[in-house]
DNA sequence: TCTATGACTCCGG
DNA sequence: CCCGGAGCCATAG
């Protein structure tokens, strides 16, 4: 059987394209697979990979910079502690000058 | 096959 | 900017 590249492997390719001390939006990605909708899927799949190491999650936020993810992490602390940690500020669990860090040159 | 769920986003007030 | 409601898409059971 073929597997052909699934929603999931594809937010995964792009969410680990985001460069270090850059962030990224769930509906800039969706958008990038083509589905600006589909924001939600995108969330969910870094929910089911939230073990992989390899996937940056930390640097995707939605839309207002808000760390909507944090709850999710490992620890409470650490998705914003990373962010701090590679020069993004954030504030009440939200980057601020989010147009600043916010990436969505996706090649 | 159908229903429920979700780390979202948009719209109107 | 905050709040409530609706839309959208993919996966799990």
Redesign the pocket.
Known sequence: MKTEK???QKVIETAQQIPYGKVS????I?EFL?????????????????NNMD?P??R?V???G?L??????QGVNL?QNLLISEGIEVVDNQIVNLEKYLWKDFS
């Open positions: 699934t929603f999931h939006t769930y509906g800039a969706a083509g589905s600006k909708r589909s924001a939600r899927m995108v969330g969910w799949v870094l929910n089911s990979q939230k996937i999650a930390h995707v939605n839309r207002r808000l909507t993810g944090k709850l999710h992490f998705m």
